[in-house]
């Protein structure tokens, strides 16, 4: 069975992808800092038929995140998909203007956003190599294209994710491993602020199938 590992995985986005891989006989390995919101998603994916197991390690632990990504490889014979997804809240998140950003300001973002890909991907890489196949998708907001001044410092290192990954897909180009770029430019859920464009996370999984079977695009942009 393939596998996909979903790092930064919790009731929304990452178990919409769960579903969608999950649904096409993917086995999920799901990772992020709680275990009991880990068990309870491996859970309800059981109960749907989906093979699911959870690898608590938290993105900024570069050690215990290459860990949980080779204990989900041995779990389930490798990872044929990374999707990197992490996602901090409002209320634990600064943010600041461009012009009142600060060096300390960005680098938590970077530590959370940028950093953290490339721990991951550099523990999945070598095997899609030489497998000659594997997808890597790495999940961003829209400010990573066209940025927002109220979010200077989260959109400084949303770019840089964005440009590393673009970057990774010109590299792999024929070595059969494909990088691509969701930048999500909507709340996702029904909780976000008033006037603020929302679409359910059903709504934006299928995006990730399409980058991962059609293979011929390194980004996609989901607005409505």
Known sequence: MPSIAIVGAGPGMGLAIARTFGSRGFDVALIARNRDKLNDLAGRLDAEGITAAAFPADVLDHDALTQALKDAATRFGGI????????????????????????????????????????????????????????????????????????????????????????LHKELADTGVQAAHVAIGVWVGTDGPPGVPAASAEEVAPLYWDLHTQRDEVERVFTV
């Open 80 to 167: 044929d998909v990374l999707e990197y997804s992490p996602a901090g809240s409002l209320e634990s998140t600064t943010l600041t203007a461009p012009s009142e950003t600060s060096p300390s300001d960005v680098q938590w973002a970077m530590d959370f956003l940028l950093y953290g890909a490339i721990a991951a991907t550099r523990t999945v890489l070598p095997a899609m190599r030489e497998a000659g196949a594997g997808t890597l998708l790495y999940t961003n907001g829209a400010g990573s294209v066209d940025p927002t001044p109220m979010l200077g410092n989260l959109n400084a290192a949303q770019a840089a994710l964005r440009n590393w990954v673009l970057s």
